[in-house]
């Protein structure tokens, strides 16, 4: 394995864990604080929205900060990573997420490993996370195009806003979503629904990679006189 993709899947695998672990300890936190339900969902999207801002400012320059497999697909359609590498992205993405979850058990004395038995599914919370994911893509995407170097911190606000304004609380990520069937916590969804959450999440992507194509590329010449005339 080059060395170069050692380091980026090292940082994928790392970033990924940083982040579910991220979620899953803040969730148990909130939820040994306070029995106020409102209260809890706030105290687990502000670190959350957070850590992404960290994550993405630090391992963004190694492997381009994805930490989700969505993300990664939509940039190795885009010609933005080799396709050959999207596998081992994904592989490191998902492993790093259960350990993060297992890494939050062990710092609240947990058992490592734990099986959520919180019921995720239904029509709504599938098109919520569709429309989660897309607006992440929305975001990645127009932030590149616009305002690279602001990509962290408007992520960050992305998530911090959708665990709010979806019903599902904004997983938008196939590998935490894998990562948060590992833990009976705050956090957790039950394994049994895993799977469609991220079917609505690829389909969100997906349709994230097309609008964007319309909307973010740059004007040709001849359009842009046609504007100006």
């Given at each position: 394995m080059k060395q170069d993709l050692l380091r980026r899947l090292i940082a994928?695998?790392?970033?990924t864990l940083l982040l579910v672990c991220t979620v899953?300890?803040?969730?148990?936190?909130?939820?040994?604080?306070t029995d106020d339900?409102?209260?809890?969902?706030?105290?687990?999207?502000?670190p959350t929205g957070a850590i992404l801002v960290v994550l993405i400012t630090i391992f963004g320059p190694i492997s381009g900060a994805h930490f989700n497999p969505a993300v990664s697909l939509v940039m190795a359609l885009r010609g933005e990573l080799r396709w050959a590498e999207l596998a081992p992205y994904v592989v490191l993405q998902s492993v790093g997420a259960v350990l993060g979850s297992m890494v939050?058990?062990?710092?609240?004395?947990?058992s490592i490993v734990q099986y959520s038995?919180?019921?995720?599914t239904g029509g709504a919370?599938?098109?919520?996370?569709?429309?989660?994911?897309?607006?992440?893509?929305m975001t990645?995407?127009?932030?590149?195009?616009?305002?690279?170097?602001?990509?962290?911190?408007?992520?960050?606000?992305?998530?911090?806003?959708?665990?709010?304004?979806?019903?599902s609380t904004s997983f938008a990520n196939p590998a935490v979503t894998i990562g948060r069937a590992f833990t009976d916590t705050f956090a957790g969804i039950a394994p049994v629904d895993v799977s469609s959450f991220i079917l609505a999440q690829i389909a969100g992507a997906l349709v994230a990679l097309v609008i964007a194509g319309v909307l973010f590329t740059p004007a040709t010449d001849a359009e842009t006189a046609e504007a100006e005339a």
């Open positions: 994928e695998g790392l970033g899953v300890g803040s969730g148990i936190m909130a939820d040994k604080l339900v409102a209260l809890a969902l706030l105290g687990n999207t502000i939050a058990h062990g710092m609240f004395d947990l038995t919180t019921s995720r919370q599938w098109f919520a996370e569709g429309v989660a994911t897309f607006g992440l893509l990645i995407l127009g932030a590149v195009r616009f305002r690279s170097e602001s990509v962290a911190v408007m992520v960050g606000l992305y998530i911090t806003a959708a665990y709010w304004f979806t019903a």
